[in-house]
């Protein structure tokens, strides 16, 4: 398991060895789980209880309050927002209909929906071996620059394209798998249809290739994922 605990030491250890700041910040109390609009189960709870937010240029990882929570970026209900790119990208929890936390996923407008990680845990624990791992191979020599670039492009792995399915041609389509079903049923012929479930990390659905501006819509009972015009 990867605790807050653990993670909180992971970047303190790395504050001693970048001339920055990874500026962590403190937990979320159980009252302020308690305000929050999205279920919190017991891991989130432990992790982001230690845990609220740290930063490795050129990105802040604002986990616990994420000032632009409540913007409207067309993602689907219930999701957790855990940073920007400051152009139109969001990363973000997904969350189960019965409150389970799952991927990782980004939304950005020139590259459709992207898996970062399995979960939460694993998405943190990548992104701290990546700034651990960039103290040895890239260095300082020439400033913070070069290694907050490798950063940045190390973030985005390379993974498969997934396969993209018009609604209509799911639509009454006999043997469709009944999660994909349920979700075809309540969005329109135009919608592309993408199925995450089990995507390997850098995967990504490139909804944006067909549609120019589209929201999302999710299934219940797992991660596929609706493109609406």
Same mark, same amino acid.
């Given at each position: 398991m990867?605790? *807050?605990?653990?993670?909180?030491?992971?970047?303190?250890?790395?504050?001693?060895?970048?001339?920055?700041?990874?500026?962590? @910040?403190?937990?979320?109390?159980?009252?302020?789980?308690?305000?929050?609009?999205?279920?919190?189960?017991?891991?989130?709870?432990? !992790?982001?209880?230690? !845990?609220?937010?740290?930063?490795? +240029?050129?990105?802040?990882?604002? !986990?616990?309050?994420? +000032?632009? @929570?409540? %913007?409207?970026?067309?993602?689907?209900? =219930?999701?957790w927002?855990?940073?920007?790119? *400051? *152009?139109? %990208?969001?990363?973000?929890?997904?969350?189960?209909?019965?409150?389970r936390?799952?991927?990782?996923?980004?939304?950005?407008? #020139?590259? %459709?929906?992207?898996?970062?990680?399995?979960?939460?845990?694993k998405?943190l624990?990548? !992104?701290?071996?990546?700034?651990? &791992?960039?103290?040895?191979?890239t260095?300082? #020599?020439?400033?913070?620059?070069?290694?907050?670039?490798?950063?940045?492009?190390?973030? @985005?792995?390379?993974? +498969?394209?997934?396969?993209?399915? =018009?609604?209509? &041609?799911?639509?009454? /389509?006999?043997?469709?798998? +009944?999660?994909?079903?349920?979700?075809?049923? /309540?969005?329109?012929?135009?919608?592309?249809?993408?199925?995450?479930?089990?995507?390997?990390?850098?995967?990504?659905?490139?909804?944006?290739?067909?549609?120019?501006?589209?929201?999302?819509? /999710?299934?219940?009972?797992?991660?596929?994922?609706?493109?609406?015009?």
């Amino acid at each position: 398991m990867i605790s *807050g605990d653990a993670l909180v030491k992971r970047l303190r250890v790395l504050a001693a060895r970048v001339p920055f700041d990874p500026a962590v @910040q403190p937990g979320a109390t159980a009252a302020d789980f308690d305000r929050w609009p999205v279920p919190v189960p017991a891991e989130a709870r432990e !992790l982001l209880g230690r !845990l609220g937010g740290f930063a490795v +240029p050129p990105v802040e990882f604002v !986990l616990t309050g994420h +000032p632009r @929570q409540g %913007g409207d970026y067309g993602l689907p209900q =219930p999701h957790w927002l855990v940073t920007d790119d *400051g *152009g139109g %990208g969001v990363t973000w929890v997904d969350i189960e209909a019965d409150g389970r936390w799952g991927q990782v996923l980004m939304q950005y407008r #020139e590259g %459709g929906l992207y898996v970062e990680a399995d979960s939460l845990p694993k998405w943190l624990d990548r !992104l701290i071996g990546t700034a651990e &791992e960039l103290v040895d191979e890239t260095g300082f #020599e020439d400033g913070v620059q070069p290694y907050a670039d490798d950063f940045w492009d190390l973030l @985005q792995l390379d993974g +498969p394209e997934l396969p993209l399915h =018009p609604a209509a &041609e799911l639509r009454g /389509r006999p043997g469709t798998d +009944p999660v994909v079903a349920g979700l075809v049923a /309540r969005v329109p012929d135009e919608a592309l249809i993408a199925d995450f479930r089990g995507a390997l990390p850098g995967s990504r659905a490139r909804f944006d290739r067909t549609l120019r501006r589209y929201r999302l819509d /999710r299934a219940v009972g797992g991660p596929v994922f609706a493109a609406v015009p």
